[in-house]
């Protein structure tokens, strides 16, 4: 990859970041109204308030802000589970609570959707060898289950990666910078997603977004096994975006174009 073609990467994915970077500030910003209104309350306002804003400013489109309140509400129903069953908790008080759990914490999971949006649309996002549609929602369904299904039977997740990899390795994420095509292997986008996802989850444990059991007499770095958790849930994430997206296209194979200009 060119060095300009580098820093043009960088730039759309600092861009296609700018939901999840305002969430953090938002969530530093937090403690100091503290004293006025409870912080998951004012983290609620913030983060609706800054969807309505990237709406209008038309950084977001609608459709992009559809699949975001899907994912919100996937997000919530995980989050409800959960804390049901003491995975980590929210210890502060709030009036927007349901079951213990604050209403804005689906928006850390939408903000997973507006980064795949964001960049899917900025760098002009292809796909090459796409499972086939159902094979491809089965296997994100199986994985979603399994965040649930976990807690009363064995966990299942990497019977799961097993299938990723064979039904996935062969597929290749197509990205465009300045008329110059670059493919990553899928595989590998789900990973390294994945990674950078679990070193929000430090930042965000460390601002007090919510606390894992061995965090609560000190902050401590997340367990390294939440990789693989955030791995699976950018997985599904991706599998719900792309699918949508080529709903939308009206793209009916699963395998998609590549051309001789694809640059390694």
């Known amino acids: 990859m060119r060095t ?49 804003i990237m709406y209008c400013t038309r950084i977001e489109t609608k459709d992009e802000v559809l699949v975001i309140c899907v994912f919100h509400l996937l997000g919530l129903v995980m989050e409800l589970f959960k804390v049901h069953y003491g995975s980590w908790t929210y210890p502060e008080f709030a009036y927007t609570k349901l079951f213990g759990v604050p209403l804005y914490s689906g928006f850390m999971y939408a903000s997973v959707a507006s980064y795949m949006c964001q960049a899917w649309r900025r760098l002009k996002l292809n796909i090459t060898n796409w499972p086939h549609h159902h094979i491809a929602r089965i296997i994100g369904a199986l ?24 039904f996935f390795w062969r597929s290749a994420v197509i990205f465009d910078l300045k008329g110059k095509l670059y493919r990553i292997p899928t ?45 699976f849930l950018v997985i599904v994430s991706f599998i719900i975006v792309a699918e949508l997206k080529m709903l939308k296209s009206g793209v009916k194979k699963s395998v998609a174009p590549i051309t001789d200009a694809v640059h390694y």
């Open 4 to 52: 300009a073609h580098f820093f043009i990467f960088v730039k759309q994915q600092a861009l296609s970041c700018l939901f999840p970077v305002l969430v953090f500030l938002m969530l530093a910003a937090s403690h100091l109204f503290k004293l006025v209104i409870p912080r998951y309350d004012f983290m609620l306002i913030a983060c609706v308030s800054i969807q309505i």
């Open 143 to 166: 994985i979603y289950l399994n965040f649930f299904t976990n807690k009363f039977i064995y966990d299942v997740r990497y019977l799961i990666g097993l299938l990723i990899l064979y």
């Open 187 to 231: 595989i590998l986008s789900f990973l390294l997603i994945g990674f950078f996802i679990w070193l929000a989850e430090n930042v965000a444990t460390l601002l007090g977004a919510w606390k894992y059991a061995y965090q609560h007499n000190g902050w401590t770095v997340v367990n390294y096994q939440k990789i693989s958790s955030w791995g």
